[in-house]
């Protein structure tokens, strides 16, 4: 199930409040804190706890993947 385009624009990191990158409907990523937060039956997941940081390999590969949710202009 895909994140909402709207719901996704609207959409911050929890602990820095800055915006996340979509990859592939299942992960909402922080690349500033190297941080990835689970998309489960399409509903965010957007706890500090829940977030699992990632590897160097992985950060690579989200933030070739990602899509930004929204941008800062």
Not at 10 to 35: F, H, S
């Amino acid at each position: 199930m895909a994140v909402d385009p709207t719901l996704l624009s609207i959409l911050a990191c929890p602990e820095d409040k800055g915006p996340l990158l979509l990859v592939d409907d299942a992960v909402l990523y922080n690349p500033r804190l190297r941080r990835a937060y689970p998309i489960e039956n399409g509903i965010p997941v957007l706890l500090v706890d829940e977030a699992h940081e990632v590897t160097d390999a992985e950060h690579n590969d989200f933030t070739a993947r990602g899509v930004a949710g929204w941008s800062a202009d």
